[in-house]
């Protein structure tokens, strides 16, 4: 395969990626907002939409780690990129179809390591920066569950003397800023998955001598990602946002800040993290701030086997993406 070809191969595939995650992530940042009928479906994606592809230029850390982060950059071959993308998109596509909020970041980071690993073992991998990854992944959702447990109860305390129909005029217009504030984290973090990616891929192609982000392969990551936003997860936003747990407009403000500020906190240290996990147990945190059993646990727990299922799932579908690729590569003498 010529390395233009390469090239085109992963951009294309990356911003289909890109544009599920717009579908079914970026569906999870705004779920609560339409549970509470602070906004409607239309209007939340619109203001999703474009918070996302502003939060993409935000920083360009979370692109390093998924770029040179997972697998050693010597063992970053073309059959490697492309598998784990291909992994990645397969299975995001599959889950968004089916309405199953899994993570798309995830997706990335297991079909790098199930390319990586089978191409070169445990060496080609990153060990050490997985370690941090796997960090994220444990913290961002127990702090997304404790933020929203403990914000929900400062605002029971404040709130307390208030009319019920007060406090839910006054969360109704502040959700609109924390659903802003929510989806612009996570464009911050996650329109970086398929920046890192294609930025990989040009340095392995030998079109960039430095890890950079181009300025094209941060706009179109963005616009893609705005785009499969604008489509619409519906399914995703039903399951989380009216299935979970039976929303207030404040409770549904102190998930999306709670989660917001955990994913922000992430994006700056250059951890790719997934908002599905932290939406979902901020959600958690402000139902059982209530009454533990206001959450629909058997809802939550079909969330959580589909995130256990992410790993293996991703990793197998970009193992075997990543042979049938070096198999054509061979044949074609590329």
Known sequence: MSPLAFIVAVVIVAWTYDFFNGMNDAANAIATTVSTRALTPRQAIVLARTMNFAGAFLTTEVARTIGKGIVHPDALTQAVVLGAVVGAAAWAGICTRLGIPISITHSLVAGM??????????????????????????????????????????????????????????????????????????????????????????????????????????????????LGTSVGGWRVIRTLGMRLVKLQPVQGFSAEVSAATSITAATLMGIPISTTHVISTAIMGVGAARRLSAVRWGIAGHIVAAWIFTFPGAAAIAAAAYFLITLFLVRSGG
């Not at 390591?113 to 444990?138: D, F, K």
């Not at 403990?150 to 969360?171: D, K, Q």
């Open 113 to 226: 390591i199930g390319a990586g690993w089978v191409s070169g073992g445990l060496g080609a991998l990153n060990l050490h920066r997985l370690t941090s990854i796997g960090y994220g992944m444990i913290f961002s959702p127990l702090g997304g569950f404790l933020g929203g447990f403990a914000l929900m109860l400062a605002s029971y305390w404040a709130l307390r003397r208030l009319m019920p129909g007060v406090v839910t005029r006054i969360f109704r217009y502040g959700q609109i800023l924390s659903a802003a504030y929510v989806s612009l984290a996570h464009g911050a973090n996650d329109t970086q998955n398929a920046m890192g990616i294609i930025t990989a891929a040009l340095l392995a192609g030998n079109f960039i001598q430095e890890f950079e982000v181009p300025l094209w392969v941060i706009v179109g990551s963005a616009f893609f990602m705005a």
